[in-house]
């Protein structure tokens, strides 16, 4: 329809000569998709690829390729003006990869294979949507960081970008275009700063003040608050305070988003350390590159794509360079809260319908159960973009349709410290998909999965409560078991540098 060639590309990689483990696996994609399919990416933070562990691996574009990105149409997201790319991205290819894949997988092998999906952020959604629309196809899904609300997830960014610009302007913080400089409103040593008031509050709800909030669930934000309070300046900004903008702008990226008449549209993000991550964290979504002279923030620069390109139908194609504006001044409080309402398709098709298509939250896993499928989810406790409170609500669901059942088929993972997949200097690195191969294959539900961490974080200089020299004692690498949820790691006595030391537990502690 917009004049543009449009197809659904996939690599399929079979290891040969006695190198095939008998398995098949899907990867899912990220963000709009569009990238040029390889099937040699990791598994999240993992150390080796699906492909030289013996998977047979398939990877695709999701049917529109980035080479077709219009800067004068939503860049990346331009492939939103064809109805038929948007089928495709919604749902389309990743059905049709999958039955070519273990087709002509099973052909070239001659025998039998269990199947597995992986995928995290958008390939989480993806493999959300394999549990769900596509029960029968594979044997374990793994989803991670997965997108539940993906279009109110878009209306979570422009109303946390707006509460920063607010301050940028209060503060006079503008960059060349005159534009709000939202990169410079917190330094990484402003950063530090909540991160370690956040550690004040909640670090010892796991039995050890080492840095890491394992215990989400009881760091309240009246706690954190109360923390930031201590530190807030009584008067000029000095690098050993925040302003009061400063912490309002943080309770306003914490805090659910609602629109003019109450209704909440996105959960609330968990207080974590791991705020100070560069890589996969806070300042990579929310902020950007402190040293820049714009604003380099993944949310200020794709929301706008997917809110006019994608979600909307038809189309509301604009210029890239229009893009940040267009977030500043989107009118979030407006928007329904029932997202069928919020994004309806023109065509009257459901399949065309981002409100419907990509709202994959439903409960009803009957089938998959049926079909004797295994779902491990998991979130990174600091993830700046994905909230995991969605995860946490659609395991709840299922607690709520299955009851004690639940745990049978579909367990949850938080990693504390950790970013979006990955980052940050909490435990990212975890064989997850060793895990459920295990579940699926020999039936043995995972009650912990031992996760690797490297303070303070394998990137360049990342900033952190947890970095060496500090009262925990804690450097270099560690380990940490990932609790099957409502579990989470607690102190029990020993090396503090050792999964052996904590076990898993539902008890609270009194702060």
């Not at 706008?304 to 139908?313: A, C, E, I, K, T």
């Not at 294959?441 to 952190?464: L, T």
Request: glycine residues 12%; neutral net charge.
């Amino acid at each position: 329809m917009d004049g543009r060639d449009y197809a659904i590309a996939f690599v399929l990689r079979l290891p040969v000569g006695g190198a095939w483990n008998g398995r098949f696996v899907q990867l899912g994609g990220g963000g709009s998709n569009g990238a040029t399919p390889t099937a040699l990416d990791h598994v999240f933070a993992s150390d080796t690829t699906p492909l030289l562990r013996g998977f047979a691996v398939i990877d695709t574009d999701g049917g529109h390729n980035a080479a077709n990105a219009d800067p004068e149409a939503g860049g990346s997201a331009a492939f939103g003006r064809d109805p038929q790319a948007r089928r495709d991205h919604f749902f389309n290819a990743y059905d049709m990869v999958a039955r070519v894949g273990k087709s002509l997988s099973a052909k070239f092998y001659g025998a039998p294979m269990h199947s597995y999906f992986v995928g995290c952020s958008e390939g989480g959604r993806e493999a959300l949507l394999m549990a769900q629309r596509f029960p029968d196809h594979f044997d374990g899904v793994l989803a991670g960081a997965p997108q539940f609300l993906q279009p109110m997830q878009s209306v979570s960014s422009v109303h946390g970008l707006q509460a920063l610009a607010k301050e940028a302007r209060a503060r006079g913080l503008l960059d060349p275009d005159g534009q709000p400089a939202i990169h410079k409103v917190f330094s990484d040593g402003d950063l530090l700063l909540a991160a370690n008031a956040i550690a004040r509050a909640c670090d010892g709800a796991d039995g050890l003040v080492d840095g890491l909030v394992s215990n989400y669930r009881q760091c309240s934000g009246h706690r954190v608050v109360a923390q930031l309070r201590t530190v807030t300046c009584p008067g000029e900004k000095e690098a050993s305070c925040l302003l009061p903008g400063q912490v309002t702008a943080l309770r306003t990226l914490h805090a659910p988003v609602r629109n003019a008449s109450g209704d909440q549209l996105y959960p609330g993000y968990p207080w974590d350390t791991g705020i100070t991550a560069r890589r996969a964290g806070f300042r990579a979504w929310w902020l950007g590159d402190y040293a820049k002279l714009k604003s380099d923030s993944i949310r200020l620069h794709f929301s706008s794509n997917m809110l006019r390109m994608v979600w909307h139908d038809p189309a509301r194609p604009f210029a890239l360079k229009q893009g940040p504006a267009i977030a500043l001044r989107y009118p979030y409080a407006r928007s329904p809260a029932d997202p069928v309402r919020a994004w309806p398709a023109q065509s009257g098709n459901p399949d065309d319908a981002a409100g419907i298509a990509m709202i994959n939250d439903t409960p009803d896993l009957d089938a998959f159960r049926a079909h004797a499928g295994k779902l491990l989810l998991w979130a990174g406790a600091a993830d700046a973009t994905h909230s995991l409170y969605q995860t946490q609500g659609y395991v709840d669901r299922l607690g709520k349709r299955y009851g004690t059942q639940r745990g049978n088929f579909a367990r949850f993972f938080v990693a504390p410290g950790v970013g979006h997949c990955g980052g940050g200097p909490g435990p990212e690195k975890a064989d997850l998909l060793g895990a459920l191969v295990k579940w699926v294959e020999e039936d043995k539900a995972p009650e912990a999965i031992v996760a690797r961490g490297h303070v303070p974080g394998e990137e360049a200089n990342e900033a952190s409560p947890l970095a060496p020299g500090t009262k925990n004692g804690l450097g270099g690498t560690y380990t940490r078991p990932l609790c099957a949820y409502p579990a989470h790691a607690h102190y029990r006595g020993g090396p503090i540098d050792q999964a052996a030391s904590f076990s898993c537990t539902q008890a609270e502690t009194t702060l």
